[in-house]
Nanobody
Framework: QPQLVESGGGLVQPGGSLRLSCAAS????????IGWFRQAPGKEREGVAC????????DYSDSVKGRFTISRDNAKNTVHLQMNSLQPDDTAVYYC???????????????????WGRGALVTVSS
């Protein structure tokens, strides 16, 4: 059974950092584009960052560009989201998702994600 599990969420003060991880089981991430999404209370889900299957290409939403970094370790079947300079507006449930690709990368919005994790709560508050 393909599964994605997020970890690393928690409570952090404004200006702090967290590193989220997304571990896959039941399938290999090698041929998948991975995206991180988030949903804040009362808001729609939004895309945060995506990374190509090779790890060579990434893109970010304007709201996190320069603060968040997505990376992947295909050998460990894991993807990470390093989040720095966190602000209260970053408070949300963060989800990772995977979309099978032909090896190309066409930008985050191109991919209808095939698998989703259950999410990890990130709370930024003093």
């Amino acid at each position: 059974q393909p599964q994605l599990v997020e970890s690393g969420g928690g409570l952090v003060q404004p200006g702090g950092s967290l590193r989220l991880s997304c571990a896959a089981s039941g399938f290999t991430l090698d041929y998948y584009v991975i995206g991180w999404f988030r949903q804040a209370p009362g808001k729609e889900r939004e895309g945060v960052a995506c990374i190509s299957s090779s790890g060579d290409s990434t893109d970010y939403s304007d709201s996190v560009k320069g603060r968040f970094t997505i990376s992947r370790d295909n050998a460990k079947n894991t993807v990470h989201l390093q989040m720095n300079s966190l602000q209260p507006d970053d408070t949300a449930v963060y989800y990772c998702a995977a979309s099978l690709t032909d090896g190309g990368y066409y930008g985050c919005a191109h991919y209808p994600m095939d698998y989703w994790g259950r999410g990890a709560l990130v709370t930024v508050s003093s």
